[in-house]
């Protein structure tokens, strides 16, 4: 249950697509992984060693993978246009296959390339494989497009396809970001394993909670990534006395989680960048990117 590679700040290791909670045989993580990840799109391999990254490095300014915070340099240094995309709907609803292939802005490499800056040199066979996978599952759309024609594909994968993305940004995105309260993010010796999970935040889905395995529970799933999705309800009632003030009650959902739409454009609004130098930093917001949204708007 294990691929071996050590977590940086703990003694833990994380494993699996930054989980390894499907099986203790990582023979066959690795082959459901191939095949469910393909059929999305998502080199598995590629994927799983960013998203081990990210668990490793969850609240890291520096190091941390998915959804992190652009440093004021970085944010600067994009094109205008680039920074208005970034923060405005519906762009950041469709910015994971991007990321698979260019990463964040301040990060180079790809999660398709073996030499990429994301993998160690023993894991270059591994990312190819997964890349081959992720050729063939584009090369079978494209059969498929050229016996049943483009529109059929269109409409029974490429839009179900998009509903996928925009639900798998959406709810990634929340998972650490728009928080009333400004939560910090560390560098250097402010940072560590616990202390990142913490920054994460729960949220409830109302129905929709059931049939995405719970994953509202964002917390325990940072904390402690290997526990099944089927035991991360029990687990959150049983961590929440021993965190007490440090854990943040998710806004309590309808039926629907309409709520969840106001809070990301607001998180939109005012999380921009952090500062380029301390150790625990928190989100600051562009006031000329918000007096550009109000003439637009106008």
């Not at 066959?28 to 391999?45: C, R």
């Not at 904390?223 to 998710?250: C, D, M, S, W």
Request: hydrophobic share 35%.
């Amino acid at each position: 249950m294990c691929d071996g590679v050590q977590s940086r700040g703990t003694n833990r290791t994380c494993v699996g697509s930054g989980h390894g909670s499907f099986s203790d045989s990582v023979r066959l993580n690795n082959v459901v992984g191939h095949l469910l990840h393909s059929a999305i799109l998502v080199p598995y391999h590629g994927w799983r060693i960013s998203h081990r990254t990210h668990h490793q490095n969850h609240g890291n300014v520096d190091k941390d993978e998915s959804w992190h915070p652009l440093t004021e340099k970085t944010y600067r240094g994009l094109a205008s246009s680039s920074r208005r995309l970034r923060f405005r709907l519906p762009f950041p609803l469709f910015a994971f296959p991007a990321y698979l292939w260019w990463r964040s802005p301040g990060k180079e490499g790809s999660h398709f390339l073996p030499s990429s800056s994301l993998f160690h040199p023993k894991e270059k066979q591994d990312v190819m494989a997964s890349t081959i996978c992720w050729s063939a599952m584009v090369a079978s759309l494209l059969t498929l497009s050229w016996a049943y024609g483009p529109v059929a594909v269109l409409k029974f994968y490429g839009v179900p396809y998009l509903v996928f993305i925009m639900w798998l940004d959406l709810v990634t995105y929340l998972h650490h970001h728009g928080h009333r309260e400004r939560l910090p993010w560390y560098r250097g010796k402010e940072w560590n394993y616990l202390r990142g999970g913490l920054t994460t935040l729960d949220r409830d889905y109302g129905w929709i909670n059931n049939i995405h395995h719970d994953i509202g529970t964002h917390v325990v799933h940072h904390l402690f990534p290997q526990i099944p999705h089927y035991n991360l309800v029990e687990a959150t009632k049983a961590a929440k006395p021993v965190l007490g003030k440090y854990y943040r009650e998710p806004e309590k959902s309808g039926p629907l989680p309409v709520h969840l739409f106001g809070v990301l454009l607001r998180s939109l609004r005012v999380d921009h960048f952090v500062s380029d130098e301390g150790d625990v930093v928190y989100y600051q917001t562009d006031p000329r990117l918000c007096a550009g949204r109000q003439q637009n708007s106008q």
